[in-house]
């Protein structure tokens, strides 16, 4: 049963065998360390996907339920990752991670001692701390599909003049990896550390590739997932981002988006319930409105984001390479082309 499901991944992944590699690479396996010919796509994700036909992945299914402490700490860093500019009171934490007082002060205190955090001598507020910084290096090092991720997001905004920048999915979350701003320091929507809810249409250029049960689940935490209308509309946009290979968001003109609302809470005092309004803000996306169905060549299109997947043959985990921060509207014929340019960045990658 658990290879049917995988095999129907698989057979998801069809849609973006259009988009061909000219040379033939090198793919070197996460389990023998051998090296295996490739020449498209599908071939890139085929071998991540039997990985977890064998079972490498099966210790994610296994996971027992986290400690206490160890879920709260974790909240804890995250906020203060989410706002690295700003520094928290006791209150401001406790508030904004759900933790009581006096077992968020009993936490932070055990941070500070280990150097992941900092705390104020006279003003008792809290921020990210040195252990971090090298904590940081270490994983860059351990992860090096990251790097090389990097190495080619740098390279495709001296190309284009476009920030660019890399995240990934962490359980019901994403997160931005890293941001490269362009010259003039506008940013492709989200900076390194933040987070933002996997509720759709939100998430959409990950869940495009994932297990069937998973897009259901995604589906589901809409607030009008009975909605046929919705639901239908949702796969429709999984669909075509499987085909194109690329996501296309579009920017809503008549409010803002979730890059401003974290702008203006880690400015004001919002920060302690930036993620409740974060939550709030993607219940009233328009579906529909997310992902044009069609690209027409000579019209023009207020992009917000063009987003293509990585997925890490060691692990199975997706990220996303993104392109933003545009100047102006752009042509359908523009957009084809910077996804298409994206999506070939992303199988270079994913090749090495």
């Not at 991720?149 to 920048?165: C, F, I, K, M, N």
């Not at 933040?194 to 998430?203: A, K, M, Q």
């Not at 994932?210 to 046929?228: C, H, K, N, T, Y």
């Amino acid at each position: 049963m658990e290879q049917a499901v995988e095999h129907q991944r698989l057979r998801m992944l069809h849609g973006i065998i259009d988009i061909r590699v000219g040379s033939v690479g090198q793919f070197r396996h996460p389990r023998t360390s051998s090296r295996s010919n490739i020449c498209n796509v599908e071939c890139v994700y085929a071998m991540v996907i039997a990985d977890d036909v064998c079972g490498v992945n099966d210790w994610r299914h296994s996971l027992s339920r986290p400690a206490l402490a160890a879920l709260r700490g974790t909240r804890i860093l995250d906020l203060l990752a989410s706002f690295p500019e700003r520094r928290f009171t006791l209150t401001e934490v406790a508030r904004a991670t759900g933790v009581n007082p006096a077992s968020c002060l009993a936490i932070l205190g055990e941070l500070v001692q280990r150097g992941h955090l900092c705390r104020h001598i006279s003003r008792k507020t809290y921020w990210l701390g040195p252990a971090l910084i090298a904590a940081g290096t270490a994983a860059t090092i351990a992860n090096p599909i990251v790097a090389r991720a990097r190495t080619v997001a740098e390279r495709l905004r001296g190309e284009l003049g476009l920030p660019t920048l890399l995240s990934t999915r962490v359980g019901d979350e994403i997160v931005c990896v890293f941001s490269l701003p362009d010259d003039a320091g506008r940013t492709a929507g989200l900076r390194a550390g933040e987070r933002v809810p996997l509720v759709p249409p939100v998430g959409a250029s990950f869940m495009a590739w994932v297990a069937p049960d998973e897009v259901e689940a995604w589906i589901a935490l809409r607030p009008d997932d009975g909605a046929g209308p919705v639901v239908r509309q949702l796969r429709e946009t999984l669909a075509l981002t499987r085909t194109r290979g690329f996501h296309v968001t579009l920017r809503r003109p008549e409010a803002e988006d979730i890059a401003s609302i974290l702008a203006r809470a880690a400015s004001g005092d919002l920060a302690p319930d930036f993620y409740r309004q974060v939550v709030a803000f993607v219940a009233t996306l328009d579906v529909e409105a997310s992902q044009p169905d069609m690209l027409d060549a000579d019209a023009m299109y207020d992009t917000q984001l063009i987003a293509s997947p990585i997925i890490d043959p060691e692990t199975s985990g997706i990220y996303n390479l993104c392109l933003g921060g545009f100047p102006g509207p752009l042509a359908g014929t523009e957009i084809a082309r910077l996804g298409q340019r994206l999506t070939a960045s992303c199988v270079e990658i994913m090749k090495h």
